[in-house]
């Protein structure tokens, strides 16, 4: 587990795992001072979003009514939204036109340098500061997000 702190102020507890067979959890689980999250996994786009706010029972918001949670994959017989593509899809479109990509290599060096110090962190057993930042990127928008599937 990580005690992620944002630059916001936010502070989430994370833990991730990637190599265990047939577990219970749930993909990502986030939990703060004013609730948690439980997310579906973040590969595909589609599935069910859980929150509890102040310790509330968990309340559902399902996906398969939304742009890109509709259930495509596999073909034959879907049983999973599966739109993976989608950053590479706005990655073409912002070469083409001239503006910077959401999936940035600035935004995936950040990521990387928080990743390396949760493990510094882990094995030092000591705080590690992240110093480098990035932008947010802008919000995909639904106009937007529609158009990437023309």
Not at 14 to 40: M, Q, Y
Request: aromatic content about 8%; overall charge negative.
């Amino acid at each position: 587990l990580s005690l992620l702190e944002f630059h916001c102020g936010a502070t989430v507890t994370f833990g991730a795992s990637w190599d265990v067979f047939k577990h219970s959890n749930h993909p990502i689980e986030l939990h703060g001072t004013e609730g948690s999250l439980r997310l579906p996994d973040p590969d595909t786009f589609g599935g069910t979003v859980s929150l509890s706010a102040h310790g509330a029972d968990w309340k559902d918001f399902e996906s398969e009514g939304e742009l890109y949670g509709a259930r495509n994959w596999p073909y034959a017989a879907p049983d999973r939204a599966n739109y993976r593509m989608l950053g590479v899809a706005d990655l073409a479109r912002s070469l083409l036109e001239g503006r910077r990509p959401r999936a940035s290599g600035e935004l995936a060096l950040h990521v990387l340098e928080v990743m390396e110090a949760i493990l510094a962190s882990g094995e030092s057993r000591n705080s590690v500061a992240v110093v480098g930042s990035v932008d947010q990127p802008p919000l995909l928008g639904e106009d937007e997000a529609a158009s990437l599937l023309a």
